[in-house]
């Protein structure tokens, strides 16, 4: 099974939305801090709700999650860039970085859960501020758009060693 790194972005049912986002990142070469070069692929679809999604992901870099402290940081240094080049998108409605965002919420769902849903990198444009009661942690992210801050992608043994998941089963078992 494949853990896709991505951006997705849910741009709501005009699909022409979704297509122009779509070209904001189509043949887009970003420069990872170590210097290598990233290019990234990007598709739209829709949604049970018939809202479209553009989806951003990075060609040849990872489709296995995050397994190590490396990849951890290598996705963290993508999703950093994917925000930044976010921030002169074409309009959207919300967006995530990580891995396997696709779909994170439905509108109807994002709209039910804001009030107490802390997902950090969730990008809102200020038009759902104005429908729905969010959570005081949210900032600025750019004109017309809040977030709540990236904080990087993390590296959890647990989700990735069958030997380590185990052991600890083992201990849970014990106590």
């Not at 990142?25 to 210097?35: A, R, V």
């Not at 070069?37 to 739209?44: E, H």
Request: net charge negative; proline share 5%.
């Amino acid at each position: 099974m494949a853990w896709i790194f991505s951006l997705s972005a849910e741009c709501g049912s005009d699909e022409s939305t979704a297509h122009k986002l779509a070209q904001h990142f189509m043949g887009q070469i970003l420069i990872l801090s170590n210097g290598s070069s990233c290019l990234f692929q990007v598709d739209t679809f829709q949604d049970i709700e018939s809202n479209w999604w553009c989806r951003v992901y990075p060609n040849n870099i990872s489709e296995v999650g995050i397994n190590s402290p490396e990849s951890a940081y290598l996705m963290t240094d993508l999703g950093i860039l994917l925000y930044q080049k976010l921030r002169t998108a074409p309009a959207f409605r919300y967006a995530l970085v990580g891995v396997e965002v696709d779909e994170f919420r439905t509108y109807s769902e994002l709209i039910e859960d804001l009030p107490n849903l802390s997902v950090p990198g969730l990008v809102l444009s200020q038009i759902i501020e104005r429908e729905v009661e969010i959570l005081p942690i949210f900032r600025q992210f750019s004109f017309g758009y809040i977030w709540q801050p990236y904080q990087g992608e993390i590296y959890n043994p647990l989700m990735v060693s069958p030997e380590l998941k185990t052991k600890l089963d083992e201990l849970l078992v014990i106590s």
